[in-house]
T-cell receptor, first 110, second 115 residues
Framework: SQQGEEDPQALSIQEGENATMNCSYK?????LQWYRQNSGRGLVHLIL?????REKHSGRLRVTLDTSKKSSSLLITASRAADTASYFC??????????FGQGTRLTINP | DSGVTQTPKHLITATGQRVTLRCSPR?????VYWYQQSLDQGLQFLIH???????AKGNILERFSAQQFPDLHSELNLSSLELGDSALYFC??????????????FGPGTRLTVL
């Protein structure tokens, strides 16, 4: 079963706007990662945030982690059409497995 | 291109059959992971091998088995196939064995259709 739950399940915005996706999880974690998947293709690793970190940036991506609320958010600024994809959060904990959420489907409208 | 290769890209077979999916990790990566992605179950971790040894098991059915060979490529064997096994099967690789520090690089996947 999946641990992470992304919110919203689908998001549609205009190009240039910011997109925010949220992820909640249930058990304690070592780290949380975000991945992007273009339709039917492999996953691309975006960013990893460790459990002792609160915020991380990579280009137009900003990830926050609140371990007290067991939640994370991914912000994509100045969105582009090429950002259209599904975004997944994934957690690793004691079980040494990567556990994925069900994903947020992001559509950027030109 | 992640550097992880998977063959075949597409596979269509019948119920009850057996298939083998193949994965070659990135050069230098010792860990190989297998995942199943289906509409109803989402992305599920199946199994992890490090340098030829099984390290962790997820929701892998008894009808499924995997192995990692001395040249580090891996194969996932699916037998007695059922309609519900239709899914995208991904392989990923990473340098080491520590999931809390290692980035996993995913292959393009094998789309299995069981008729």
């Amino acid at each position: 079963s999946q641990q992470g739950e992304e919110d919203p399940q689908a998001l549609s915005i205009q190009e240039g706007e910011n997109a925010t996706m949220n992820c909640s999880y249930k058990t304690s974690i070592n780290n949380l990662q975000w991945y992007r998947q273009n339709s039917g293709r492999g996953l691309v690793h975006l960013i990893l945030i460790r459990s002792n970190e609160r915020e991380k940036h990579s280009g137009r991506l900003r990830v926050t982690l609140d371990t007290s609320k067991k939640s994370s958010s991914l912000l994509i600024t100045a969105s582009r059409a090429a950002d259209t994809a599904s975004y997944f959060c994934a957690t690793t904990g004691e079980a040494q497995k990567l556990v994925f959420g069900q994903g947020t489907r992001l559509t950027i409208n030109p | 291109d992640s550097g992880v290769t998977q063959t075949p890209k597409h596979l269509i077979t019948a119920t009850g059959q057996r298939v083998t999916l193949r994965c070659s990790p990135r050069s230098g990566d010792l860990s190989v992971y297998w995942y199943q992605q289906s509409l109803d179950q989402g992305l599920q971790f199946l199994i992890h091998y490090y340098n030829g040894e099984e390290r962790a098991k997820g929701n892998i059915l008894e009808r499924f088995s995997a192995q990692q060979f001395p040249d580090l490529h891996s194969e996932l064997n699916l037998s007695s196939l059922e309609l519900g096994d239709s899914a995208l099967y991904f392989c990923a690789s990473s340098q080491g064995v520590a999931l809390y520090t290692d980035t996993q690089y995913f292959g393009p996947g094998t789309r299995l259709t069981v008729l």
